[in-house]
Nanobody, 125 residues
Framework: VQLQASGGGLVQAGDSLTLSCLAS????????MSWFRQAPGQEREFVAGIRWRNTNTWYRESVKGRFTISRDNAKNTVDLQMTSLKPEGTAVYYCARRSRVWTVATTRPTDYDYWGRGTQVTVSS
């Protein structure tokens, strides 16, 4: 199983950025996928999730209306479109695979078993 995240960078507050995660080594369409982030000195936190059939999405409250998660099961990719970025969004962003198939949605990092290396997003004020 491999998850390769890309698309991070240095942007200014108010800018937009799209992260992408390419998955391989498993049946991508069977698993919920999520994005998490971790700022220096902070715990890893949930950002956005999407159901295996692309039927439902869920977000942490602070990014609702600004971030959009999507997936393409034919291409094995899950994207995170981020708009109106804020300095507090500075973190390493990780894509992650739910550890079980066809199960309840979750925001807990411990419910995910594979993680990408992460991509740095830095938002300057």
């Amino acid at each position: 199983v491999q998850l390769q995240a890309s698309g991070g960078g240095l942007v200014q507050a108010g800018d937009s950025l799209t992260l992408s995660c390419l998955a391989s080594g498993f049946t991508f369409g069977n698993f919920d996928m999520s994005w998490f982030r971790q700022a220096p000195g902070q715990e890893r936190e949930f950002v956005a999730g999407i159901r295996w059939r692309n039927t439902n999405t869920w977000y942490r409250e602070s990014v609702k209306g600004r971030f959009t998660i999507s997936r393409d099961n034919a291409k094995n990719t899950v994207d995170l479109q981020m708009t109106s970025l804020k300095p507090e969004g500075t973190a390493v962003y990780y894509c992650a695979r739910r550890s079980r198939v066809w199960t309840v949605a979750t925001t807990r990092p411990t419910d995910y078993d594979y993680w990408g290396r992460g991509t740095q997003v830095t938002v300057s004020s």
